[in-house]
């Protein structure tokens, strides 16, 4: 089955509404996630899928129903931001840019020294200078995950402000082997808030019950580069492969300007391959005893923080434990890097009215595992969970991974 | 969607603004945050096109949308059906910068052409947009041709521009890729305004566009007058800061076939509806009853530059 790899150049900025209050002018102020989340684009793909099917087949015209319905299946099968010079004429890998890590701290630097970064570990939860509870005590074996601790002793210092959302290629995929790096200094996107009002048609003068904000996301800025004698325009892009539906692919898809986001802002299409979402050569990393998996894109689990087909054996250890795509063998759950919730709504179509919220696991969150009954993890193993699914929602492009390595602490046989 | 690039040329100071301020301009323009760029929203331009083409609701109703059936937030209801036109913001292009000579140059940059470029190039139906710019070393102009530059002041040492107190050093040859851009932008203008683009168009180093495009605009210093006493209002004075007039910007409208169920339209009569006759005038932004935001719609006519993808 074919698929199709493109970035998405929003002209525009955007604004992805969170849903706290459908309609603006409720709240004067509509919220937005400070990155489209892969389902909004996914729906932007059905619309222009649904609107080239019909411009492809004359007379025939897609109800609300029958769009959703035939346009059902078409997958987004990869998503990940990316930025590059303005004037560059392509896309690639060189350009991708990872959702900063949860298990990276940058560290504010002292008395003009740099920031720097520093690595979370996890340790025993008996270990010396860990916190002892995770909440309630009713689960044995969340009570028993590992906790995270600074790699290095007493090096840890004031988290910076301004630590950048999103990280290199060439960072992440360092952090990811376990090399250590200086603080990520690219910066993310930009955000503005726009204020809006109505005019009354009949009086001409503005609404005042109908002045309302809205947070946008910028994706062109200019940037001071080190050695460079003007600033640098950047812009920043969406890269996605999707597959259309089984049997109705149509040819070209999608053509022209795509709407994306709330009012549909306009975005262009700039053709790539799929060497885009491959995993880098330079990615060989060690075999190792300690695995992570850091989300590139939310995860949508079951069981909130808890990934699918986790569980605690009654009357074992009290450990999660479970399998991963593509490792052989049962695995546990030792730790888990998990920020706060991500709440996720959406506006059906077809119904006209809000979806249920989801609540997902954020892009950045670090889960941390080793091999029942030890043994490593191999370069193979490594290498083939590279951007590979886990859990719920599949065709969202949810819950896409980055594999990388992690020590286990000396008293734990490592 | 099919889409379109238009041109928005300023005939009196335009003043889309962002309603209050922290700065020392009350009321100063909308900007993109991330590099300055003064912009045009698309939503403001959206609304003053469909008020402009009311007199067919039915009509009007299919291109932006259906009205909504009460006003303020009591009106606050689903769509019955979406509108088939989506208004892009228009950017900066050119920027009236006063000149020592020759009155004004239009002033612009590697940067706001190369956007324009993305917006303008490559659709069906057109010529292909004019060649990337190169980017200038800093403090540094070049102009389409020496000889027909109205904004030169010639020396010993070579021709110079002195644009508001800049003064800056005009490279010694003719710039073709800024002849190809300013003819081709010219195609939209009306006939008889068409050389205005040749002569005055001037290309500075992308610094010293931002330098401008946050310096060189107008502020008005405005005050309310107490009508009981003839007298400045106490508290109500206030800068308002605006496009000078024959600023040009850019943007791009997209359009899909009409969702109405009333009116069936297909996405290129949806443009041809938005649009209007060549050269529409329409007043946007605050302060119209000052004379404020009087503006031209312009585009490129089929088989000319068309911009349509």
Known sequence: MSEECFALLPRDGLSVKDGRGWYTSEVGRGYSHPWPLPTTVRGALRAAWGQDLMSNQPGVRLTPEAWERRSASLALTGFVALRRDLGETSFTPSHRMWPAPADAVVVAGKDGEPARVERLRPWWPDSEGVITSLGPDEDRAREALWHPRPDHERRMGKPSGDAPAFWSEADMVAWLMRKDIAAPATPGPGHRTDAHVAIAPDKQTAEDTMLHSRQVVELLRLEKREGAAARVAVEWALGVRCRQPEGEAVTGFPSGVLGLGGRRRLTEVDRSTVDLFACPEDFQPEPSMGLKLVLATPASFERGWLPDGFACAEGGEPEYVGTLPGVEGRVVLRAALVPRAQDVSAWDMVKRQPRAARRWVPAGSVYFFEKVGGGRFTTVELRALWLASWGGGRDEALGQVLPGVWELPPECGA | ?309
């Open chain 2, 1 to 309: 969607m099919e889409s379109r690039a238009y041109l928005l040329q300023a005939l009196s100071p335009l003043h889309v603004g962002t309603g209050q301020s922290v700065g020392v301009i009350d009321l100063p323009l909308m900007r993109m945050r991330s590099t300055g760029i003064p912009i045009i929203p698309g939503s403001s331009l959206k609304g003053v096109l469909r008020d402009a083409s009311a007199s067919d609701t039915v009509r009007t109703d299919a291109v932006f949308g259906p009205r909504r059936a009460k006003n303020g937030p009591e009106g606050d209801e689903p769509s019955e059906y979406a509108g088939a036109l989506v208004v892009g913001d228009a950017r900066l292009l050119a920027l009236p910068v006063r000149s020592f000579v020759g009155t004004f140059a239009l002033v612009t940059s590697p940067l706001l052409l190369t956007l324009a470029r993305r917006d303008w190039g490559g659709r069906q139906g057109g010529g292909e947009a004019p060649p990337p710019v190169p980017s200038l070393k800093k403090h540094r102009a070049r102009v389409a041709s020496l000889k027909s530059c109205v904004c030169l002041h010639e020396q010993a040492g070579g021709a110079r521009v002195y644009l508001e107190d800049l003064d800056l050093e005009v490279d010694a040859e003719d710039d073709a890729v800024l002849g190809a851009w300013a003819e081709a932008l010219q195609r939209a203008l009306p006939g008889d305004e068409r050389e205005l683009l040749a002569r005055r168009l001037v290309l500075v180093d992308d610094e010293t566009m931002s330098f401008l495009w946050e310096t060189a605009m107008q502020v008005d210093t405005r005050v309310s007058i107490d009508p009981d006493t003839g007298t400045a209002a106490k508290g109500q004075l206030w800068t308002e800061e605006s496009l000078p007039a024959e600023t040009l910007l850019m943007g791009v409208m997209a359009a899909s076939a009409s969702w109405s169920p009333k009116q069936a339209m297909a996405a290129s009569a949806v443009l041809d509806a938005a649009l209007g006759g060549q050269g529409t005038m329409l007043q946007l932004g605050g302060k119209a009853t000052v004379g404020r935001g009087w503006c031209r719609l312009l585009s490129w006519t089929t088989g000319d530059a068309e911009a349509r993808r």
